[in-house]
T-cell receptor
């Protein structure tokens, strides 16, 4: 079967660093996406990894290990506006994206 | 670039009526669009894949006669919820593939459906 696991909820303090993990088991692999979704809004694209390693984009970085079926999203210098759900999604053998349950991150002052 | 719009952004209807939701890719052509449903505090659940000029492919457990999908052009897909019931109340989100090298999907702003 296909499965993507993420922690359900996380909390962190403004200015801190938080790492959101994602493990996956899918039929085929054509890349892993991270999306940010604020309540009542559509997801917005954060990052894409298809090769092993770290992709850095400003305060956000995403890491992928294909052999371990593992990715993480790293958020630095947290801001209050970073409070949102973070969705891990994998592109498998088809053009569909398989989404994880999402991680709700709350940033406190 | 790669903007996707949805209309309406929210709708309230009576039980038994039908509701149509439009999804448009504004600045690119999308041969494939996807329809998702999201219940509160849950992740996106794919309902169907909509291909221009052909029948939609529905995920297991999604009734194709209840959720009618039409992809008449490269920039428009519609989802019609027929004979809506309160349990159909949800956040419906569409997305479109941009046709780039990887399967990035651009999401519409979503439509919140409330069935009374």
């Amino acid at each position: 079967g296909q499965n993507i696991d993420q922690p359900t909820e996380m909390t962190a303090t403004e200015g801190a660093i938080v790492q959101i993990n994602c493990t996956y088991q899918t039929s085929g692999f054509n890349g892993l996406f991270w999306y940010q979704q604020h309540a009542g809004e559509a997801p917005t694209f954060l990052s894409y990894n298809v090769l092993d390693g770290l992709e850095e984009k400003g305060r956000f970085s995403s890491f992928l290990s294909r052999s371990k079926g593992y990715s993480y999203l790293l958020l630095k210098e947290l801001q209050m506006k970073d409070s949102a759900s973070y969705l891990c999604a994998v592109s498998g053998n088809t053009d569909k994206l398989i989404f994880g349950t999402g991680t709700r991150l709350q940033v406190f002052p | 670039g790669a903007v996707v719009s949805q209309h309406p952004s929210w709708v309230i209807c009576k039980s038994g009526t039908s509701v149509k939701i439009e999804c448009r890719s504004l600045d690119f052509q999308a041969t494939t669009m996807f329809w998702y449903r999201q219940f509160p505090k849950q992740s996106l659940m794919l309902m169907a894949t909509s291909n221009e000029g052909s029948k939609a492919t529905y995920e297991q457990g999604v009734e194709k006669d209840k959720f009618l999908i039409n992809h008449a052009s490269l920039t428009l897909s519609t989802l019609t919820v027929t004979s809506a019931h309160p349990e159909d109340s949800s956040f419906y989100i569409c997305s479109a593939r941009s046709g780039r090298a990887y399967n990035e999907q651009f999401f519409g702003p979503g439509t919140r459906l409330t069935v009374l």
